[in-house]
C-alpha cells in the first residue's frame, strides 16, 4: 500500500476557503488580523483611560483631604473648603460621629460617610448614598487634630465623569474601529491586487502560447524580485520545452524523410514488375506476392507521407490562405476517387462554396476524408457541401454562416463513446482493426489540425448506417470575394 503524498500547506483548509482566490484569501486574513489587533489595543486604551482617570481623581481627592485638614490645624476650614470643585462635597466629624462641619450638597445633612480614616494618608473608598443621589462616590477619609481635638475629614467627588468618559470612548471606538478596519481591507484588496496584476499578465501571456508554437515567452518583470525570478524561471522552462518538441519534431521528419525516397523507389519497381510481368502459373503466384508487397509499400508510403504533414504541422507551418472555391476541390477529389471500383460516390449535393483557406491543406482534409469513407463503405459514400447555420451543439450566441462539407458512407459507423477519439493520433477503432483497411489512424488526426488552423471545426455523428464527417469553414463574404490572395496566416 503506497503512502499518499504530503498535502502542500497552501492546500489545508476547509475547500470552501481553498476555492477562493489568492488576493480574497490574503485580504481576509490580513482584515482578521488587523481587526483583532485592533479590538486589543481598543481593550487596552480603554483600561488605560480608566486607570489614568482614576488615579487622577485619586489623586486630586487626596490633595483636596490634606488642605481641608490643613485649614482645620490652622482654625479656618470654611476658607479651605471654599476652594475645592463644584461636586466636589465635605464633610468634618468629631470622634462620636457629629457633622461639626460639611459643604456643597451635603450642607445640613447627617453623617454619609463612615469609612476608617488615615493618619497621615487618607484612605480610598467608593459608596454610594441616597444623600449622594445614589451615585457612586469615591471617597477620601483623613484623620486632623483641631484645637478641641482629633477631628475626621471626609472628602468626596462623583465618578461619573470618569465613567461617562469612558464610556464616550468605547462607544467611539466601537463606531470607528469597524470603519478603519473597513477601510484597511479596501485600502489591502487594493495594493495587493497591484502587487498580484503581474502574475495575472503572466498567465495571460502563459495561455496565450500555443501546443503548437513554444517560441512565445513571458515578459519579465523590471524588478529583480520574485516575480521576476518566477517569470526567468517559467521562460527557461519553456526554452527546454521547446527544444525538446523541436529534438522530437526534426526525429520524426528525418525519420520520415529518410524512409520516403527508399519506399517509393521500391513502389515503383514494384508497379514497373506487375505491369511488365508475363502471364504462367508460376507467374500468377510472383504476381501475387508483388500485389500484396505492393499494398503494405503503398500503406507505408500513405504513413510517411502522414507523419511528415504532422510534423510540417506541429512545427507551425504557415498557411497560405486564399479566395478559393471549395467545391472544385470537392469535384476534384471526387472525380480521383471514382478511379476505384468501389465504393460508389454520390456527388449530387455538391453546392458552389466559396471560403478563405490554404488549397493544398484543404485538399489534404477532402481527400483524407473521402480514403476513411471509402474504406469503411459497404456501397457509397455521400458528399454534400453547402452553406449552413453554425453547428448546433456549439451553443452560444447566433453565429455567421459557414460553408459545410459532410462526407457519409454506409459502413459500421463510429460508436459515440468514440467520436471525439478518432480524431486523435495513431487511434484506429476495434472494427477498423479487424478489417485490415489500411488506416494507420493519422489521415482524421491531420483533417482535425488543418480544420482548426483554419479557424473551423470538425466533428463526426451517426448516418444510420455509417458514419457521417462534418467539416465547418468560415464562409467567405461577399465582401471579402475580391480580396487579392493572402500570403500570410
Known amino acids: 500500500m503506497t503512502a499518499s503524498p504530503p498535502v502542500p500547506h497552501w492546500e489545508l483548509g476547509p475547500s470552501w476557503w481553498r476555492r477562493r482566490s489568492l488576493r480574497a484569501r490574503l485580504t481576509a486574513a490580513a482584515t482578521i488580523l488587523i481587526a483583532v489587533g485592533m479590538a486589543a489595543a481598543a481593550v487596552l486604551l480603554v483600561w488605560r483611560v480608566h486607570s489614568v482617570?482614576?488615579?487622577?481623581?485619586?489623586?486630586?481627592?487626596?490633595?483636596?483631604?490634606?488642605?481641608?485638614?490643613?485649614?482645620?490645624?490652622?482654625?479656618?476650614?470654611?476658607?479651605?473648603?471654599?476652594?475645592?470643585?463644584?461636586?466636589?462635597?465635605?464633610?468634618?466629624?468629631?470622634?462620636?460621629?457629629?457633622?461639626?462641619?460639611?459643604?456643597?450638597?451635603?450642607?445640613?445633612?447627617?453623617?454619609?460617610?463612615?469609612?476608617?480614616?488615615?493618619?497621615?494618608?487618607?484612605?480610598?473608598?467608593?459608596?454610594?448614598?441616597?444623600?449622594?443621589?445614589?451615585?457612586?462616590?469615591?471617597?477620601?477619609?483623613?484623620?486632623?487634630?483641631?484645637?478641641?481635638?482629633?477631628?475626621?475629614?471626609?472628602?468626596?467627588?462623583?465618578?461619573?465623569?470618569?465613567?461617562?468618559s469612558v464610556t464616550e470612548l468605547g462607544t467611539a471606538l466601537i463606531v470607528g474601529a469597524p470603519v478603519m478596519v473597513a477601510l484597511l481591507a479596501l485600502i489591502g484588496w487594493w495594493l495587493l491586487g497591484r502587487a498580484l496584476r503581474p502574475v495575472d499578465v503572466m498567465r495571460r501571456q502563459a495561455a496565450a502560447i500555443p501546443g503548437t508554437d513554444l517560441h512565445g515567452r513571458l515578459n519579465t518583470p523590471a524588478s529583480h524580485d520574485e516575480l521576476g525570478r518566477l517569470a526567468d524561471t517559467f521562460n527557461d522552462l519553456l526554452g527546454r520545452i521547446e527544444a525538446a518538441a523541436d529534438r522530437q519534431r526534426r526525429f520524426v521528419a528525418d525519420v520520415a524523410h529518410e524512409l520516403r525516397t527508399p519506399l517509393a523507389a521500391l513502389r515503383a519497381r514494384l508497379e514497373i514488375d506487375l505491369r511488365h510481368h508475363s502471364a504462367g502459373v508460376a507467374d500468377a503466384e510472383a504476381t501475387s506476392t508483388q500485389r500484396v508487397t505492393l499494398g503494405q509499400v503503398t500503406r507505408l508510403v500513405d504513413l510517411v507521407n502522414h507523419l511528415l504533414e504532422l510534423a510540417r504541422l506541429d512545427a507551425g507551418a504557415h498557411l497560405h490562405p486564399r479566395p478559393m472555391d471549395l467545391d472544385d476541390l470537392v469535384w476534384e477529389a471526387a472525380r480521383d476517387a471514382r478511379e476505384y471500383a468501389a465504393p460508389r460516390i454520390d456527388t449530387t449535393g455538391i453546392s458552389p462554396v466559396r471560403v478563405l483557406g490554404d488549397p493544398a491543406a484543404l485538399r489534404q482534409v477532402v481527400r483524407n476524408l473521402l480514403d476513411n469513407a471509402r474504406r469503411h463503405a459497404r456501397g457509397t459514400v455521400t458528399i454534400s457541401l453547402s452553406i449552413g447555420p453554425h453547428r448546433p451543439s456549439s451553443g452560444g450566441p447566433a453565429s455567421p454562416p459557414m460553408a459545410t462539407l459532410t462526407?457519409?458512407?454506409?459502413?459500421?459507423?463510429?460508436?459515440?463513446?468514440?467520436?471525439?477519439?478518432?480524431?486523435?493520433?495513431?487511434?484506429?477503432?476495434?472494427?477498423?482493426?479487424?478489417?485490415?483497411?489500411?488506416?494507420?489512424?493519422?489521415?482524421?488526426?491531420?483533417?482535425?489540425?488543418?480544420?482548426?488552423?483554419?479557424?473551423?471545426?470538425?466533428?463526426?455523428?451517426?448516418?444510420?448506417?455509417?458514419?457521417?464527417?462534418?467539416?465547418?469553414?468560415?464562409?467567405?463574404?461577399?465582401?471579402?470575394?475580391?480580396?487579392p490572395d493572402v500570403e500570410g496566416c
Do not use: K
Not at 71 to 82: F, Q, V, Y
Not at 97 to 126: H, I, K, N, Q, Y
Open 407 to 483: 462526407v457519409a458512407d454506409d459502413g459500421p459507423g463510429v460508436p459515440a463513446s468514440d467520436r471525439d477519439r478518432v480524431f486523435e493520433r495513431f487511434v484506429r477503432l476495434d472494427e477498423a482493426r479487424a478489417r485490415d483497411v489500411g488506416g494507420a489512424g493519422l489521415g482524421l488526426a491531420i483533417v482535425a489540425d488543418i480544420v482548426a488552423a483554419h479557424d473551423g471545426q470538425v466533428w463526426v455523428e451517426d448516418n444510420q448506417p455509417g458514419a457521417r464527417f462534418h467539416v465547418q469553414l468560415p464562409v467567405l463574404s461577399t465582401l471579402d470575394v475580391d480580396l
Open 53 to 164: 482617570l482614576a488615579a487622577d481623581l485619586d489623586a486630586n481627592l487626596t490633595r483636596q483631604a490634606h488642605l481641608v485638614a490643613d485649614g482645620i490645624i490652622a482654625g479656618d476650614p470654611l476658607r479651605r473648603t471654599s476652594r475645592l470643585g463644584e461636586s466636589t462635597v465635605v464633610q468634618v466629624l468629631d470622634p462620636r460621629g457629629t457633622v461639626l462641619r460639611s459643604s456643597g450638597d451635603l450642607d445640613g445633612e447627617p453623617r454619609v460617610f463612615f469609612a476608617s480614616p488615615g493618619a497621615g494618608e487618607p484612605t480610598l473608598s467608593t459608596v454610594t448614598s441616597e444623600a449622594l443621589d445614589d451615585g457612586p462616590y469615591r471617597v477620601a477619609a483623613l484623620t486632623a487634630t483641631s484645637s478641641s481635638g482629633p477631628v475626621s475629614v471626609y472628602v468626596a467627588a462623583p465618578t461619573s465623569p470618569l465613567t461617562n
